[in-house]
């Protein structure tokens, strides 16, 4: 890689998947959860600042437009939260519902990777008081806000 400006980047940016925001619970350590996709566009955000023509992941294909991959995780996530809020159109749901909806078919070992990306869009949503949560019976609904 001659004369070109190279970032290694573990499993932060591939070239065919997007890394799963998983969903960290609470504990008595932490009583907060950690808002994973949250810090993951963000940290998007800087790596598209950076003056890099090449991207060595740690596995796969390397990616030589960086700029043009970010665009398309950012926009990949937009959509889903665009599909999330139409989901919500129908009614409150879960974050097990919502997940179903976005992957239909989702074998149950990959089920808790489904909740965990519907919760970090709920939770993005949420801060941009786009949706709200109450909890009943010990389960998380998720509305519009009107």
Do not use: C
Request: no cysteine; hydrophobic share 35%.
């Amino acid at each position: 890689w001659p004369e070109k400006k190279t970032l290694f980047t573990g499993d932060h940016l591939l070239k065919e998947i997007t890394p799963n925001p998983v969903l960290n619970v609470p504990d008595s350590r932490s009583p907060l959860r950690y808002p994973s996709l949250k810090d993951y566009l963000s940290s998007l955000k800087k790596i598209e600042k950076l003056d890099v023509d090449l991207l060595l992941p740690g596995h796969g294909e390397e990616v030589d437009d960086p700029k043009g991959l970010i665009r398309k995780i950012t926009g990949h996530h937009q959509e889903r939260m665009d599909y999330v809020l139409s989901f919500l159109s129908q009614g409150e749901k879960t974050p097990y519902e919502i997940a179903m909806d976005l992957f239909p078919g989702v074998p149950p070992f990959e089920i808790f990777l489904g909740i965990s990306e519907a919760v970090g869009h709920l939770e993005i949503l949420k801060e941009e008081g786009r949706v709200r949560v109450k909890e009943k019976e010990g389960k998380d609904y998720y509305s519009l806000v009107s």
